[in-house]
């Protein structure tokens, strides 16, 4: 997996009742870090060649695709239909949308384990005391602006929004909220069986097929370069500082110490702010702001099997147990995230580090039908290493079109090449 060894020893114990159940077994987790998912298949295509393969592997929606086109993953298709009425309950307890994120031309690669949308988390007492009330569902951009404009009138180095620069959650949330994405929409054919199999009469499935399908780039289309220069706006009136590249923890801990009135963030906000030290009700998550549409993105996670295992039989059996409620538990303590099925998301589970408006993590699925996950082709990593260096230009130099040009030029030539 995508992680650290300390972080994939924490895990044995989602281990231990499948272990229990075929003795002789011994399941071993294995961390495998790298600085992008090229560099992780990389090091796993190295082990394979070793004769050292591992079963199965961790993969992110950023991902999936790249490890499927590599023909690394083993399509899950035939296990899924064999073992249909033993996952009747674990389907009908995930939102199709997560399902339909981990396939790739027409086949499934995984069984999502998690997932976060792009929500807005909000401190309670920055908007207190700026005079504003809390956002309501329907809010829209220019709510946003106003609540934004009065928190960071407030002074003493507090910003009403801030964010960092990546594909996930960053001013790219603002962009599906416009109409855009980076890459032209489409689906694969196929994943009938699937949809008809598990979600017959759900209204959520009807327009699934076999996986998302990016096509050619519009990263310099009309509602993107909007969106960044909306950014640029912000940056500009003093309503958000010049953004960090990377990871969300600065971010996280700024917006624990009361610098940040607004910030995108999913339920993996929950359980970092609650370490981080804020105490219950001193902070709150609403739907993204309404632009053009109320669109949201989501990244999930899941566990595949590789082509080259020699114990495909025995990896799935484990991947199954992997999506109990029970291990799914184990895997991610803590509300470190959004678990796919509905049945684990409750007030209880959120009762003692909140947000109180908790059910927007996964409402975010079944209230918006056109919640989709970020754009991820193939050839992902030179796509957010691009991103990365063009909307650091954009944000330096203030021309969100000159930038988003040579993004588009750089996406054109990665998907040729990629």
Same mark, same amino acid.
């Given at each position: 997996?995508?992680?650290?060894? &300390?972080?994939?020893?924490?895990?044995?114990?989602?281990?231990?009742? @499948?272990?229990? +159940?075929?003795?002789?077994?011994?399941?071993? @987790?294995?961390?495998?870090?790298?600085?992008?998912?090229?560099?992780?298949?990389?090091?796993?295509?190295?082990?394979?060649?070793?004769?050292?393969?591992?079963?199965?592997?961790?993969?992110?929606?950023?991902?999936?695709?790249?490890?499927?086109?590599?023909?690394? *993953?083993?399509?899950?298709?035939?296990?899924?239909?064999?073992?249909?009425?033993?996952?009747?309950?674990?389907? *009908?307890?995930?939102?199709?949308?997560?399902?339909?994120?981990?396939?790739?031309?027409?086949?499934?690669?995984?069984?999502?384990?998690?997932?976060? +949308?792009?929500? %807005?988390? #909000?401190?309670?007492?920055?908007?207190?005391?700026?005079?504003?009330?809390?956002?309501?569902?329907?809010?829209?951009?220019?709510?946003?602006?106003?609540?934004?404009?009065?928190?960071?009138?407030?002074?003493?180095?507090?910003?009403?929004?801030?964010?960092?620069?990546?594909?996930?959650?960053?001013?790219?949330?603002?962009?599906?909220?416009?109409?855009?994405?980076?890459?032209?929409?489409?689906?694969?054919?196929?994943?009938?069986?699937?949809?008809?199999?598990?979600?017959?009469?759900?209204?959520?499935?009807?327009?699934?097929?076999?996986?998302?399908?990016?096509?050619?780039?519009?990263?310099? &289309?009309?509602?993107?370069?909007?969106?960044?220069? #909306?950014?640029?706006?912000?940056?500009?009136?003093?309503?958000?500082?010049?953004?960090?590249?990377?990871?969300?923890?600065?971010?996280?801990?700024?917006?624990?110490?009361?610098?940040?009135?607004?910030?995108?963030?999913?339920?993996?906000?929950?359980?970092?702010?609650?370490? *981080?030290? %804020?105490?219950?009700?001193? @902070?709150?998550?609403?739907? @993204?702001?309404?632009?053009?549409?109320?669109?949201?993105?989501?990244?999930?996670?899941?566990?595949?099997?590789?082509? &080259?295992?020699?114990?495909?039989?025995?990896?799935?059996?484990?991947?199954?147990?992997?999506?109990?409620?029970?291990?799914?538990?184990?895997?991610?303590?803590?509300?470190?995230?959004?678990?796919?099925?509905?049945?684990?998301?409750?007030?209880?589970?959120? +009762?003692?580090?909140?947000?109180?408006?908790?059910?927007?993590?996964?409402?975010?699925?079944?209230?918006?039908?056109?919640?989709?996950?970020?754009?991820?082709?193939? #050839?992902?990593?030179?796509?957010?290493?691009?991103?990365?260096?063009?909307?650091?230009?954009?944000? &330096?130099?203030?021309?969100?079109?000159?930038?988003?040009?040579?993004?588009?030029?750089?996406?054109?030539?990665? +998907?040729?090449?990629?």
């Amino acid at each position: 997996m995508f992680a650290d060894q &300390s972080s994939a020893d924490k895990l044995s114990k989602a281990a231990a009742t @499948f272990e229990a +159940a075929h003795p002789g077994v011994k399941v071993k @987790f294995t961390g495998t870090s790298g600085t992008d998912w090229n560099d992780f298949f990389s090091k796993l295509l190295t082990q394979i060649a070793a004769g050292n393969a591992p079963d199965i592997a961790s993969v992110a929606t950023e991902g999936l695709q790249l490890f499927a086109a590599k023909g690394l *993953a083993e399509p899950l298709d035939d296990y899924v239909k064999r073992d249909a009425s033993e996952l009747k309950s674990y389907f *009908a307890d995930v939102h199709p949308a997560l399902v339909e994120a981990m396939m790739y031309q027409g086949h499934l690669y995984e069984l999502p384990t998690d997932f976060n +949308a792009g929500n %807005m988390f #909000y401190s309670t007492s920055l908007l207190e005391s700026a005079g504003v009330g809390q956002p309501a569902a329907d809010w829209n951009k220019d709510d946003f602006y106003n609540i934004a404009k009065k928190v960071s009138a407030g002074g003493g180095n507090t910003v009403g929004y801030d964010w960092v620069v990546r594909l996930w959650g960053s001013w790219t949330s603002w962009m599906y909220a416009n109409g855009g994405n980076l890459l032209t929409e489409g689906k694969w054919d196929g994943g009938d069986w699937l949809w008809n199999t598990f979600y017959p009469n759900d209204p959520a499935a009807a327009h699934r097929k076999g996986g998302w399908r990016w096509g050619d780039p519009t990263a310099n &289309s009309a509602p993107v370069i909007e969106s960044l220069d #909306y950014m640029i706006q912000l940056q500009k009136e003093g309503l958000s500082p010049k953004p960090d590249i990377g990871g969300g923890n600065t971010l996280q801990g700024l917006f624990a110490s009361n610098k940040i009135g607004t910030a995108i963030g999913g339920g993996f906000w929950a359980g970092g702010l609650h370490n *981080a030290g %804020m105490a219950q009700g001193s @902070f709150d998550v609403q739907y @993204f702001p309404k632009w053009r549409t109320q669109r949201h993105l989501f990244g999930a996670g899941g566990y595949g099997i590789f082509k &080259s295992s020699k114990n495909k039989d025995l990896a799935w059996e484990f991947v199954k147990t992997l999506v109990s409620a029970k291990n799914l538990d184990l895997l991610f303590p803590g509300n470190v995230t959004t678990f796919p099925r509905r049945s684990m998301m409750t007030a209880e589970r959120y +009762a003692a580090n909140g947000p109180k408006n908790w059910h927007v993590f996964y409402d975010t699925l079944t209230q918006f039908d056109n919640t989709a996950p970020i754009p991820a082709p193939p #050839y992902y990593n030179a796509m957010a290493i691009a991103l990365n260096k063009r909307t650091t230009e954009a944000m &330096s130099s203030g021309n969100a079109k000159s930038a988003l040009d040579g993004l588009q030029s750089d996406l054109e030539t990665a +998907a040729k090449t990629g």
